[in-house]
């Protein structure tokens, strides 16, 4: 079935089997092997890209139901040499261990903070006017879809505060 995707502003026709998992279209087709599985049920938030500026888990949609969507991975957020705020935060905070979860955590926060900025309230957010303050209960409650085996869930919560331009 032909699908085309803009994978980090580069456009892709692919002939794919109806089935195929934008997870896996990323990974087996395209070769963009930073997005990650580690369920493949939408229990982990390892695979976590950006589709049209949204998080999603890229294990638990199928890769034609994007045609003409644009998606963003780990890949296109950043690089060695040219890495994002966030990615610098995470390296400098000590955001990860075997990094396995890390792109997704990068790419959920990535969007998350679009969310806050936003004024996206969340299932903790008390004040539903303004702008919701980045509280370590906030940052955990909106990450947690992205669970890290490693547990380095206080570094990532700092990584992102510091990303943001706030301290504790
Ligand atoms: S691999 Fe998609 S949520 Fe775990
Ligand atoms: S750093 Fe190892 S799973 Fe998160």
Redesign the pocket.
């Known amino acids: 079935m032909e699908t085309n995707l803009t994978i980090n502003s580069t456009k892709h026709r692919l002939d794919l089997d109806p089935r195929t998992t934008l997870l896996d279209a990323l990974r087996h087709h395209l070769g963009l092997t930073g997005s990650k599985k580690g369920c493949d049920h939408g229990q982990c938030g390892a695979c976590t890209v950006m589709v049209n500026g949204r998080r999603i888990n890229a294990c638990l949609t199928l890769a034609c139901m994007h045609d003409g969507d644009e998606v963003t991975t780990i890949e296109g957020i950043g690089a060695p040499g040219n890495l994002s705020p966030l990615q610098e935060a995470f390296v400098r905070e000590d955001g ?7 792109p997704g955590q990068i790419c959920s926060a990535t969007a998350m903070l679009e969310e806050i900025a936003e004024g996206w309230p969340s299932h903790v957010t008390d004040d539903l006017e303004g702008k919701p303050a980045l509280t370590t209960d906030e940052i955990s409650e909106r990450m947690s879809g992205n669970l ?3 547990a ?1 869930y206080p570094n990532v919560v700092e990584a992102i505060r510091k990303a943001a331009g706030e301290s504790a």
């Not at 990860?96 to 890390?102: A, E, H, I, L």
């Open positions: 990860f261990q075997c990094g396995y979860c890390t890290c085996r490693c380095a």
